[in-house]
Nanobody, 127 residues
């Protein structure tokens, strides 16, 4: 059974950093894109970042320059380094997989073409 497990969330003050990890089980990421998405209370799920199988990286405008996505195929892991966190980054963060990263504005992509959603990891940015 394929399962994606997100970890690394927590509570930080504005300006702080967190590193999220995405660990699939029963699935090898090498040939696939992996996306990070988030959903804040009362809001739609939105795309945050995506990394293709060729390690091309894509970011929503609101996180570009602050977040960095990476993958380690040897460890079958994907990471999201989040720096300069803001209160508006507060959300549950999810990773999932697709054949390719989506075209267009990642922030308006809810990830309908992605599969194997995990339970998510909570990120709270508050003073």
């Amino acid at each position: 059974q394929v399962r994606f497990v997100e970890s690394g969330g927590g509570s930080v003050q504005p300006g702080g950093s967190l590193r999220l990890s995405c660990e699939p089980s029963g699935f090898t990421i090498n040939a696939y894109a992996i996306g990070w998405f988030r959903q804040a209370p009362g809001k739609e799920r939105e795309g945050v970042s995506c990394i293709s199988s060729d390690a091309d990286k894509y970011y929503a405008g609101s996180v570009r320059g602050r977040f960095t996505i990476s993958r380690n195929n040897a460890k079958n892991m994907v990471y999201l380094q989040m720096n300069m966190l803001k209160p508006e980054d507060t959300a549950v963060y999810y990773c999932a997989t697709a054949w390719n990263c989506p075209n267009g504005n990642l922030a308006t992509n809810a990830g309908d073409e992605f599969s194997y959603w995990g339970q998510g990891t909570q990120v709270t940015v508050s003073s």
